[in-house]
């Protein structure tokens, strides 16, 4: 062994040692029997659960299947959505069919539109063509334009206005007010054309007509006229016709300055042959002073006066 070993070390120390083709041939067949022998070479046992997963598992892999099916969903309703707007809008390909959009902000309706509740912009405008009138119609709805707490509602039997703040209407050409709720500037009065005024409470320093005309104020049921410091009616002729009963009520005194004439068409009365204390009717005669003052005084015998003990009028009566 050391002289074949001392041969080698010879042999390499006077340089590479030439192999012929049938050695390198035999050798290379040498190796590759004992690799293909050697199943475990280079095999290290490891634990699997301990080595680096790739890949979305457990947790992360459910979250995973969450978000591609929400994305799913997304698309689809996103899909539909831009088939109904082309279908109402109507988008071809000269644009659209339905409505024109300008540089200036206007938008045009070129056909007939069905909409339920417009929102426009602050100052904005609703208007139709130069030549042609603007149709709005409402399938068995009111029409409402509001404004804050401004409303307008257009029925089939009525038009109501209704406002917090107060209205007013003007020409748009000749800029006159035709009609205006600020009373500091200017006086109320009823539009052109405008015979009656229906509300249901109203307060005011005073109600007129024009010379030319009678006042009338007519109720359904029942009227109430207050005054914080009384109320005044003044008129050529003041008439009162009522259904019911009239109550006249005062803190101090009531005042009737001119000639009054009750009609006793409609007041209760009895034949002649009656006798007082019959029936379950109270009866009172009204009696009227000197200076205006009216009272009353309850009837207990034939022809009776207005003379009682507490005469209100004095002497005078």
């Given at each position: 062994?050391?002289?074949?070993?001392?041969?080698?070390?010879?042999q390499?120390s006077?340089?590479?040692?030439?192999k012929?083709?049938?050695?390198?041939?035999?050798e290379?067949?040498?190796?590759?029997?004992?690799?293909n022998s050697?199943?475990?070479a280079?095999y290290?046992?490891?634990?699997?659960?301990?080595?680096?997963k790739?890949?979305?598992?457990?947790?992360?892999g459910?979250?995973?299947i969450?978000?591609i099916?929400?994305?799913?969903?997304?698309?689809?309703?996103?899909l539909i959505?831009?088939?109904?707007?082309w279908?109402?809008?109507?988008?071809?390909?000269n644009?659209?069919?339905?409505m024109?959009?300008h540089?200036?902000g206007l938008?045009?309706?070129?056909?007939?539109?069905?909409?339920?509740?417009i929102h426009?912009?602050?100052?904005?405008?609703?208007?139709?063509?130069?030549?042609e009138?603007?149709v709005?119609?409402?399938?068995?709805?009111?029409i409402v334009?509001q404004?804050?707490?401004?409303?307008?509602?257009?029925?089939?039997?009525?038009t109501?206005?209704?406002?917090?703040i107060?209205?007013q209407?003007?020409?748009?050409?000749?800029?006159?007010?035709?009609f205006s709720?600020?009373?500091?500037?200017h006086?109320?009065?009823?539009?052109?054309?405008v015979?009656?005024?229906?509300?249901?409470k109203?307060?005011?320093?005073?109600?007129?007509s024009?010379?030319?005309s009678?006042?009338?104020?007519?109720?359904?049921?029942?009227?109430?006229?207050?005054?914080?410091e009384?109320?005044?009616?003044?008129?050529?002729?003041i008439?009162?016709?009522?259904?019911?009963?009239m109550e006249?009520?005062?803190?101090?005194?009531?005042?009737?300055?001119?000639s009054v004439?009750?009609?006793?068409?409609?007041?209760p009365?009895s034949s002649?042959g009656?006798?007082?204390g019959?029936?379950?009717w109270?009866?009172?005669k009204?009696c009227?002073?000197?200076?205006?003052?009216?009272?009353k005084?309850?009837?207990?015998?034939?022809?009776?006066?207005c003379?009682?003990?507490?005469n209100?009028?004095?002497n005078?009566?």
């Open positions: 062994m050391a002289a074949a070993a001392a041969a080698a070390e010879q390499s006077n340089g590479p040692v030439k012929s083709m049938r050695e390198k041939a035999v290379r067949r040498n190796v590759n029997k004992e690799h050697n199943f475990k280079g290290i046992p490891i634990d699997e659960d301990r080595l680096h790739t890949g979305l598992r457990g947790r992360k459910n979250l995973a969450c978000v099916i929400l994305l799913f969903i997304l698309a689809v309703i996103n959505i831009t088939l109904v707007i279908a109402v809008i109507r988008i071809g390909p644009g659209c069919d339905s024109e959009f540089e200036s938008l045009r309706f070129k056909q007939v539109s069905d909409m339920g509740v426009p912009l602050y100052k904005s405008t609703v208007g139709g063509r130069r030549n009138n603007l709005i119609t409402g399938n068995n709805q009111p334009f404004q804050g707490t401004t409303k307008l509602s257009v029925e089939n039997n009525k109501s206005i209704t406002s917090d107060g209205m209407f003007f020409d748009p050409r000749t800029q006159n007010i035709l709720t600020d009373y500091e500037t006086e109320f009065h009823l539009p052109s054309g015979k009656s005024l229906n509300v249901q109203a307060s005011t320093e005073r109600i007129t024009n010379a030319t009678d006042l009338n104020i007519k109720v359904d049921g029942r009227a109430i006229v207050r005054g914080n009384g109320v005044f009616i003044m008129g050529k002729t008439e009162f016709h009522m259904g019911g009963n006249l009520k005062a803190e101090n005194s009531i005042i009737l300055n001119g004439m009750v009609s006793t068409t409609r007041l009365s002649s009656d006798q007082l019959s029936g379950d109270v009866r009172y009204l009227v002073c000197a200076d205006g003052t009216l009272f005084v309850q009837v207990t015998s034939q022809n009776m006066g003379q009682i003990s507490d209100p009028c004095g005078t009566h």
